[in-house]
Structures are given as structure tokens and as C-alpha cells.
């Protein structure tokens, strides 16, 4: 519950996932998330998934991973949340996305739309239809479609986590300089086979 509370999605929403009324989760926000910055209510963001191509291409993935979540056996919610997790910190994403979309809020009625999440989840907030979505983004289910994958303009730096050994910090702190710059990453990978991180 307290990773569903911590997700930037609306209270309503929220109250969508877990099945407790939204002003108790309102109630369960203020008195265990001091500061946080939730989303106010809001829906479908079909125009900034026509406008940006990895808005959308960055949705269909995580219709994929949440099926692949479900397919491992994780509930539907938990499923959401890993997925939102994965990916709303992925560091080519980020630098690459519009600034006014929120990927947890456009998957969630993605979800409830192709009937993922069970019924009381989708019931709390406005029904969602087909319409909501612009066709560049209902392409990408459909076999003949010409969709191409998005230009990555940016490519974002990678998180070091402390948990990681030394030489794998290394590894990562090497990209990242590399990323800037855009240096080839042949040379840090060759680095990394040689051994010069340990």
C-alpha cells in the first residue's frame, strides 16, 4: 500500500488501484507522505501522445511489461507498480519525453480500457474509450502497421547505485562521461573486458 500511496497519481486513481475510498487515501497521504507532489485529476493525455513519438512508444512498452508482470504471476496492481517503477526512471526516457506527460496516468487507463485491471479499479474515475487515443498510438497493435521506432535524441545518464561493487560503479560512472560527449562506448566496454574497472 505504501508504494501505491507514493505513486504521483491522483487520490481518485489511486483509490481506483486499492478500493478505498479517495478521501481516505487523501487521509492516508497527508498523515504518512509529508511532502508530496500527486497529480490533480486528469485523463488521457492524447495530445502529447500524438505530438511525441517516445510518449508513445514508452506506453506500448509498458502495456508489454505489465503482461509480462502478469505472466510471472504478479497481481494486476502489483503489476502496474513495478511497471510505473521500471519504467518512469528509465534514464533515456526521461531525457527524451515531453515534460507535461505522465506515463502512470495514460498506462492506467490504458489498462482499464483493454480490461487488465479488475472492475472496481476503473469504475472510480471517467470511463475510457478507444477515441482517447490517438491512432499513432493504437498502430502499434495493429501487424500491418508502418510504426517505426522513435529517434532518440537524448540519451539520459544511468543512476549508481551504492548497493552495486566498485568496478560496476565504474563501469557506469565510465558511460555516463561517455554519454555527454557522445563518445563511442565500444572503448568503455573494451575497458570493462580488459579489466581496467576492477
Known amino acids: 500500500m505504501e508504494k501505491l500511496l507514493q505513486l504521483k497519481l491522483s487520490d481518485k486513481v489511486i483509490a481506483g ?14 498523515a504518512f507522505i509529508k511532502e508530496g507532489d ?5 485523463f488521457v493525455q492524447k495530445r502529447a501522445l500524438d ?7 514508452v506506453l506500448f512498452l509498458a502495456d508489454c511489461f505489465f503482461d509480462f508482470q502478469i505472466q510471472l504471476g504478479l497481481k494486476p496492481v502489483h503489476a502496474f507498480i513495478k511497471t510505473v517503477e521500471t519504467l518512469e526512471y528509465a534514464p533515456t526516457y526521461l531525457a527524451n519525453k515531453s515534460d507535461d506527460f505522465h506515463l502512470s496516468v495514460n498506462l492506467y487507463y490504458w489498462l482499464c480500457l483493454q480490461n487488465k485491471l479488475p472492475d472496481y479499479e476503473c469504475r472510480v474515475t471517467r470511463p475510457v474509450e478507444d477515441s482517447h487515443f490517438p491512432d499513432s498510438f493504437l498502430a502499434f497493435y495493429e501487424f500491418n502497421s508502418q510504426t517505426v521506432l522513435p529517434p532518440i535524441r537524448e540519451m539520459g545518464e544511468f543512476p549508481i547505485p551504492h548497493c552495486l561493487d566498485l568496478e560496476h ?9 561517455a554519454i555527454p560527449s557522445r563518445a563511442s562506448l565500444r572503448k568503455v566496454l573494451t575497458n570493462y573486458f580488459g579489466g581496467q574497472y576492477k
Open 17 to 30: 488501484l486499492s478500493n478505498i475510498p479517495h478521501y481516505q487515501i487523501r487521509y492516508l497521504r497527508e
Open 38 to 42: 500527486f497529480l490533480q485529476n486528469s
Open 51 to 57: 505530438r511525441n513519438s517516445m510518449n508513445r512508444f
Open 169 to 177: 560503479q565504474r563501469v557506469l560512472n565510465a558511460i555516463n562521461n
